[in-house]
Structure formats: structure tokens, C-alpha cells
């Protein structure tokens, strides 16, 4: 992806330069099924992304999904919106946001044999719970209710699939 974020931002990945080239060359031997070193590529990969967050924040948003450990963003506050974690320095820095559309999410019906479909109930899910969590904890009680509502309405398909497809 990183020739796509330098067409996207030329400026984007300059002071990065170094960590790239460094991920880059256990990419190559991944991706060329050579022998490579899990740990030397993960934390490279790592070290890319985290520098990303701290070198452009605060000048620029910084978002990032569950997938990212977000032990890695020290002096940053992980706000759950929609369904992405923006960091902040400031953690009252989130504006208010509507929950997603769990009534499209789930207008065409739950599709327990789609692993994408299940995947993506889980996020929400998390996601959802993890912003009611954050705002009882901002003390935003009137936000709670629209949330809560929409974390009711994905229970059953959340219990549903627990059933189905228990860890």
C-alpha cells in the first residue's frame, strides 16, 4: 500500500523513510515465500504505523481499527466512533455521533455461513459497546440511550452467532 499512499500524500511517509525500507525488505521475503522472521517483520510493521500515529497527530486525524493494539499509542486517548478508535490527547475531544444503522446492517437478514457478515456483527458489536463505555465513563449519560438501543438491537444476532460459532 505504501506507493498508494505516496500517490495519495507525497509528504505522507517522507520522515518515515527509514522504517518503510526496513518493512519492506521482510516484506519482499514474504511475499516471495522466503524464509523471514515473524517477530523482525511484525515489529517493523509496527513500527511503521505507530510512527505514522505520532509523527502526524495532532496535525492530523488519527483513526484506526481493533485490529491495531492500542498499547502502542502512549499519551493518547482511544475514543471509539463509529467504527473506527480516533486517538486524542484530549479525551473529551469526541463530538457527539449517531451509533451505525444496525436496521441496515441487518436489513437483508443475518447470514450465519457469511464469515465477512459475522465479522462484521462482531466489530459493530464491540465497537458499539466499546462507545457506551466511553461515554459513561465522559459522564455523556444523554448520549447512552441511542447507543444502547442499537447495541439491544444486535444482541439477538450477537447471541445468536455465539451459539453458533462459540470461540
Not at 71 to 76: A, L, W
Amino acid at each position: 500500500y505504501f506507493p498508494q499512499l505516496r500517490r495519495w500524500d507525497p509528504s505522507l511517509l517522507v520522515p518515515l523513510e527509514d522504517r518503510v525500507l526496513a518493512f519492506g525488505e521482510q516484506l519482499a521475503l514474504f511475499e516471495k515465500g522466503l524464509p523471514y522472521d515473524f517477530a523482525t517483520i511484525e515489529g517493523r510493521y509496527r513500527a511503521v504505523i505507530g510512527g505514522l500515529a505520532h509523527l502526524h497527530r495532532p496535525a492530523r486525524p488519527t483513526v484506526l481499527t481493533l485490529e491495531i493494539q492500542l498499547s502502542d499509542y502512549e499519551g493518547t486517548t482511544s475514543v471509539p466512533e463509529g467504527l473506527v478508535i480516533h486517538l486524542f490527547e484530549d479525551p473529551a475531544g469526541s463530538q457527539e455521533l449517531p451509533p451505525p444503522d444496525v436496521d441496515r446492517l441487518l436489513q437483508s437478514g443475518y447470514r450465519p455461513q457469511d464469515d465477512v457478515h459475522r465479522h462484521v456483527i462482531d466489530v459493530w458489536a464491540e465497537m458499539i459497546s466499546m462507545r457506551l463505555r466511553y461515554l459513561k465513563a465522559m459522564t455523556r449519560f444523554a448520549e447512552m440511550p441511542a447507543w444502547e438501543d442499537a447495541l439491544e438491537r444486535l444482541a439477538p444476532v450477537v447471541q445468536e452467532q455465539r451459539r453458533a460459532y462459540p470461540e
